[in-house]
Structure formats: C-alpha cells, structure tokens
C-alpha cells in the first residue's frame, strides 16, 4: 500500500511541534496595514498554537 500523500497547503502554514501541537501564523497581516495600529500589527506577528478541537480535522493530514 502506498504512502498517503500529504496536503501541501497545510504542510506550508503549519508547523508540528515535538509535542505534536500545531503552530500557525496569524491572519489580517497581508494588507491594509495603513489603518491598523502598530500594537496591533505586532501582536498579529505572533505565532499561535491552533486549538484542540480545530487539531481533530488535520489529524490525516500532515
């Protein structure tokens, strides 16, 4: 039987931990950053743990 391939799109965004947790990057940080506070834009440079219950739906996929 064949490797599972895995899904590339979720393979870019995400990294694994050693602990199996999953990090990812915050969203709004393309563009329109003229109106947002730099408090604001410093907090979205952050990386961010993904939930426990979002963490079920990428169990097959990386």
């Not at 064949?2 to 990057?25: A, C, D, E, Y």
């Not at 604001?40 to 739906?57: T, Y």
């Given at each position: ?49 993904v939930s ?11």
């Amino acid at each position: 039987m064949n490797k599972l391939k895995v899904s590339k799109s979720i393979f870019k965004r995400f990294k694994v931990t050693s602990t199996g947790k999953l990090l990812r990057q915050k969203a709004s940080r393309s563009h329109l950053l003229e109106k947002k506070t730099p408090k604001r834009k410093r907090k979205l440079r952050k990386v961010v743990l993904v939930s426990n219950k979002d963490r079920l739906n990428f169990r097959n996929r990386l």
